[in-house]
């Protein structure tokens, strides 16, 4: 990403930076990415020239700003933006490159905060029951015998998700030798490759063995735990677990549009409305900061106020 022919290339500086000093997610990186690559179109578009980042004043800022509301992003959007371009000149005034930061002090739209969605423990029940039922219903069904495996795997899939409040990036990243059987512990890469050690609760491990018993799996220890295909060595990928996710939702009459995150929400619900303390809560789902484990209060908080408004005479 070239900006201009006499001074070094700093946003792909900034982009080795993240990689190999601060071990940015490939998500997190394809952001900043993006981010730093409009702004660099939309000053060409502007000025005739690309961005000469120790020229750029807060007025630069203000017209790109307006540029995104004109686009009608939304406001997570333009705040996504703008934190990469934050970080960005952090690391140019950490560089020497300026003495202070030009985007201070710009006011931008705040987003607005949504509660995330959740499975009742019922739902979760019954979508943990659901590719056993839905091998059920195909062999009842079909004149031949359908091949068990695939069925099994999604139901070790969603128990290890749901078991562990996984990021469907960290399921899809395990491997065997990963799983510590004893001590009923996995170990899992999250963001930042950051490795946290979680407990894992017996159903998991339970379908995951009963899992590699029927597709025959090779408990080699660099395999990965979940496969998208046997025959052909294709370890499980995000994709495939939403399809799959998406058919049992609407076997089992629930929103197809829930996603496998859906079910870390629901993790971390069920968690603290059972009693959970939420920093613990908060190093199970591997959070940096309390604040980000804070939302899911608020959903239990909720709750007890409508039933309380439901159920107290009084209220």
């Known amino acids: 990403m070239d900006t201009a022919t006499s001074e070094p290339c700093w946003p792909n500086r900034f982009l080795e930076h993240l990689d190999t000093d601060r071990n940015a997610s490939p998500h997190t990186q394809r952001n900043y990415r993006q981010a730093l690559k409009e702004f660099v179109e939309w000053h060409q578009a502007e000025e005739a020239c690309a961005p000469h980042w120790p020229a750029l004043k807060r007025g630069h800022f203000r017209a790109f700003l307006r540029h995104l509301s004109r686009r009608?992003?939304?406001?997570?959007?333009?705040?996504?933006?703008?934190?990469?371009?934050?970080?960005?000149?952090?690391?140019?005034?950490?560089?020497?490159?300026?003495?202070?930061?030009p985007i201070k002090q710009l006011s931008i739209p705040?987003?607005?905060?949504?509660?995330?969605?959740?499975?009742?423990?019922?739902?979760?029940?019954?979508?943990?029951?659901?590719?056993?039922?839905?091998?059920?219903?195909?062999?009842?069904?079909?004149?031949?015998?359908?091949?068990?495996?695939?069925?099994?795997?999604?139901?070790?899939?969603?128990?290890?998700?749901?078991?562990?409040?996984?990021?469907i990036s960290e399921l899809c990243g395990i491997t065997v030798d990963d799983i510590r059987w004893e001590e009923q512990i996995i170990r899992v890469m999250g963001k930042g490759r950051k490795?946290?050690?979680?407990?894992?609760?017996?159903?998991?491990?339970?379908?995951?063995?009963?899992?590699?018993?029927?597709?025959?799996?090779?408990?080699?220890?660099?395999?990965?735990?979940?496969?998208?295909?046997?025959?052909?060595?294709?370890?499980?990928?995000?994709?495939?677990?939403?399809?799959?996710?998406?058919?049992?939702?609407?076997?089992?009459?629930?929103?197809?549009?829930?996603t496998p995150h859906k079910l870390r929400h629901s993790f971390a619900t069920h968690l603290l409305d059972a009693g959970a303390d939420l920093r613990s809560v908060q190093e199970l789902l591997g959070h940096a900061h309390l604040v980000t484990t804070q939302v899911y209060t608020h959903l239990s908080t909720e709750r007890m106020q409508k039933a309380y408004q439901s159920a107290h005479p009084r209220a």
């Open 72 to 101: 009608d992003l939304s406001r997570s959007a333009i705040q996504l933006r703008f934190s990469a371009l934050r970080t960005f000149f952090k690391y140019l005034v950490r560089m020497g490159v300026l003495d202070e930061m």
């Open 110 to 167: 705040k987003a607005k905060k949504h509660l995330p969605k959740f499975l009742t423990l019922d739902q979760m029940a019954r979508l943990l029951e659901a590719p056993s039922v839905a091998l059920k219903t195909l062999a009842e069904d079909s004149d031949a015998l359908p091949d068990p495996a695939p069925f099994i795997r999604d139901a070790a899939i969603l128990e290890t998700i749901y078991s562990c409040g996984l990021r």
């Open 195 to 258: 490795e946290r050690n979680l407990p894992v609760g017996a159903p998991a491990l339970e379908s995951i063995r009963y899992y590699w018993k029927i597709a025959e799996h090779q408990e080699l220890p660099d395999s990965p735990v979940f496969m998208a295909n046997h025959a052909k060595g294709t370890p499980m990928y995000p994709r495939l677990i939403q399809l799959r996710l998406k058919k049992y939702l609407e076997q089992t009459g629930l929103d197809p549009a829930i």
